[in-house]
């Protein structure tokens, strides 16, 4: 379980599911709303599978590594 790092555009955080982890990106999907995803342009390039650092902290604080730590004391 390795927590990815943000990039940090403008002053502000963010991360790319394309860029987790297999595993981190299937889960965190399906856990967001639609409405959680921004659009960010750098360049010539439009990322639109974008969402706040602290998004994803949260999701990977409280419900990733619980889900994990759930999973290993199961019978």
Request: proline content about 4%.
């Amino acid at each position: 379980m390795i927590k990815a790092y943000p990039h940090i555009d403008q002053g502000s955080g963010y991360v790319q599911i394309s860029r987790l982890p297999l595993d981190q990106a299937l889960r965190l999907k399906d856990w967001l709303p639609q409405t959680s995803f921004i659009k960010l342009k750098s360049d010539d390039l439009v990322m639109e599978d974008c969402i706040q650092y602290s998004e994803y902290e949260y999701w990977f604080d409280f419900l990733y590594t619980e889900q994990d730590k759930e999973a290993e004391f199961e019978i």
